[in-house]
């Protein structure tokens, strides 16, 4: 039913920085959380960082707590990933998505698992080079 659309993704020199955007197609956010993951080839699917779009609080990996910023804008229905410091290690296809907003929503332990999240974008490519 949420169809979502990641774009911002492309080349970067290490250090540079890069935003990403996950915006919601045809209806607004219904969900209460949406997270990012990126998975490169050869490699388990990883968490990077979520947010409660309701009560704002945020969640994130620790390979990017300090680096990346998750941050929404309601009026857009979008959430972004402000990406800072990228390394070569940071390249891989980044995902977002969102849970269906049902239920009582993910317990504050669970965000950083796919599980709870029902509708996924179909990616954008992020490469650093160094």
């Known amino acids: 039913q949420v169809q979502l659309v990641e774009s911002g993704g492309g080349l970067v020199q290490a250090g540079g920085s890069l935003t990403l955007s996950c915006a919601a197609s045809?209806?607004?956010?219904?969900?209460?959380?949406v997270g990012w993951f990126r998975h490169a080839p050869g490699k388990e699917r990883e968490f990077v960082a979520a947010?409660?779009?309701?009560?704002?609080?945020?969640y994130y990996a620790n390979s990017v707590l300090g680096r990346f910023t998750i941050s929404k804008d309601n009026a857009k229905k979008t959430v972004y990933l402000r990406m800072n410091g990228l390394k070569p290690e940071d390249t891989a296809v980044y995902y977002c998505a969102a849970d269906d907003g049902m239920g009582p929503g993910p317990a504050t332990s669970d965000y950083d698992s796919g599980r709870v999240y029902d509708y996924w974008g179909q990616g954008t490519q992020v490469t650093v080079s160094s």
């Open positions: 045809g209806r607004a956010f219904g969900s209460y959380a």
């Open positions: 947010i409660n779009l309701v009560r704002d609080a945020t």
